[in-house]
């Protein structure tokens, strides 16, 4: 539950309560959290005129038990500059996804040198609308909801990444319904008693401009962004009533800009997590004994938690640029079936409450296999072209990493080192973890046989592709399959 009150800062002895008549942060009484106490000092070299900020407040903290992890969200006004063709708008700034108060009640304290508990903040701009007196407080709950995520997964955000939301930021019939992130323009990072804080600003973008930066990547669409006023402008600003995308206020930026970058770059997605899975066909049905990958209506074997590991650092950031395409090996130190080269401090977001447990070694050995058939929803099987293009031809992987359970198929290029999938054997099965390897000719040709993905709503489900002399199936099947097990 939320409140909002006027305010800089915590109820009690914070830079909200005494501090309109100081002149900075010197001023600033010494009982409120020094995380927070830096992130305000921030704020105030933006809007010194502001030192009471509108703020939407978690009433109940995450630290006592509460559902929002965010502290606090402070609104600002934002006038713009005339010059730059930046318009007036609102400024948002989250408080809580760094450490505020350095005694462990939410973050893990570990030093001045690194991140300050995720070592970032959100921020959000948003167009003021003419007559507007007071900035909505929706995008306070926007970041609340990508604050959890953070929270419960442990994954971090990074400049360039993106969020598929999947419906209007505001819950009205905009076209702005899904977030690409970036460094805010005018805030710096910050020092802290308890690390380095950054931030982090949400831009709102069409579900066109999503698939292009997932087509590319996330950074040369923020680039494309700027250079459209009405589309954001050099801060990137939010207008949840702009009605047309970059493509069709400029058509030349698809051609010119977005395909010729996917031809020379690729894409820098490398990972996403879906709805899939994956059988192996090269042994019959009943034989579940280390064959199946997939037990539909039974208990699905787990990945170890190195296998974890690997596949959470594929996934960690989904819009990464990969330097050199490597997979991480698969051995590991073990002991009594359990990985020793675990980081404390964070869960594997990939992890599922049981990976970790004790696991057989012949139960997780690497095994080829002959003949695979993969399935797919709609909205993963029209990524396939993407991993294909932008991926593989680039000598690059392509992971999905299934949203119900620990299955994962990882395409790999011949350049991919570290895969145990191989030219000889391509198809390769470590516990629930498939790779297959596709050369660039099997690659050109695929590319051909699913030209129809790219036109998802002018086939039926379910659809189904064979490669009978590759001993390769992959079927596009509706979201039941995947949504009920026992389908």
């Not at 100081?22 to 105030?44: A, D, K, N, Q, V």
């Not at 960690?316 to 051995?331: D, T, Y």
Request: aromatic letters at 8%.
């Amino acid at each position: 539950m939320e409140g909002v009150r006027p305010g800089g800062g915590p109820p009690a002895g914070g830079p909200g309560t005494g501090s309109g008549s100081g002149s900075g942060s010197g001023s600033f009484p010494s009982l409120f959290p020094p995380g927070l106490h830096g992130i305000y000092g921030e704020c105030r070299r933006l809007y010194p005129d502001q030192p009471n900020p509108l703020q939407v407040t978690a009433i109940l903290k995450y630290w006592l038990g509460g559902p929002d992890p965010l502290d606090y969200v402070s609104m600002y006004r934002n006038l713009g500059n005339p010059a730059l063709n930046v318009p007036e708008h609102w400024h948002y700034v989250s408080f809580g996804l760094s450490d505020l108060y350095g005694d462990n009640r939410v973050h893990e304290f570990t030093g001045t040198e690194g991140p300050s508990g995720f070592g970032f903040e959100l921020t959000f701009r948003l167009k003021r609308e003419t007559g507007e007196s007071a900035p909505p407080t929706w995008p306070a709950e926007l970041m609340q909801g990508l604050a959890r995520y953070v929270f419960q997964s442990e994954n971090t955000f990074c400049s360039g990444d993106h969020v598929s939301w999947h419906s209007p930021l505001d819950n009205s019939e905009s076209r702005i319904q899904h977030m690409l992130l970036t460094e805010d323009p005018q805030m710096q990072p910050v020092q802290t008693p308890f690390g380095v804080v950054t931030f982090l600003q949400i831009v709102g973008v069409c579900t066109e401009e999503l698939h292009a930066a997932q087509q590319w990547n996330g950074q040369g669409i923020l680039e494309l962004l700027r250079t459209v006023p009405v589309a954001g402008g050099p801060w990137l600003i939010t207008d949840m009533r702009r009605g047309e995308t970059i493509f069709e206020i400029d058509p030349h930026l698809q051609q010119e800009r977005v395909d010729k970058g996917i031809e020379t770059d690729g894409s820098n997605l490398s990972g996403v997590s879906a709805k899939c899975a994956w059988d192996d066909l090269s042994r019959p049905p009943e034989d579940d004994e280390d064959s199946r990958s997939i037990c539909i209506g039974t208990q699905p074997r787990r990945l170890s938690g190195k296998d974890t590991e690997q596949i959470r650092e594929t996934l960690r950031r989904g819009l990464e640029i990969n330097s050199k395409p490597v997979l991480p090996p698969i051995n590991a130190q073990r002991q009594n079936g359990l990985n020793l080269d675990r980081a404390p401090s964070r869960k594997d977001s990939l992890e599922s409450e049981s990976s970790a447990a004790i696991i057989p070694h012949e139960l997780i050995r690497t095994r080829q296999l002959e003949s695979v058939h993969l399935k797919f929803n709609q909205e993963s099987g029209a990524l396939i072209p993407l991993c294909l293009r932008g991926r593989l031809l680039h000598g690059r992987h392509f992971t999905y990493k299934s949203i119900n359970g620990d299955t994962a198929i990882t395409f790999v290029s011949t350049g991919v080192e570290g895969a145990f999938a191989t030219e000889e054997h391509p198809y390769a099965a470590h516990g629930p973890w498939l790779q297959i390897l596709l050369t660039e000719e099997f690659v050109e040709r695929m590319l051909e046989d699913l030209e129809d993905l790219n036109s998802p709503e002018e086939f039926k489900l379910p659809k189904e592709y064979s490669w009978p002399e590759k001993k390769l199936k992959v079927s596009i099947l509706p979201d039941a399959v995947f949504d009920n097990p026992l389908h």
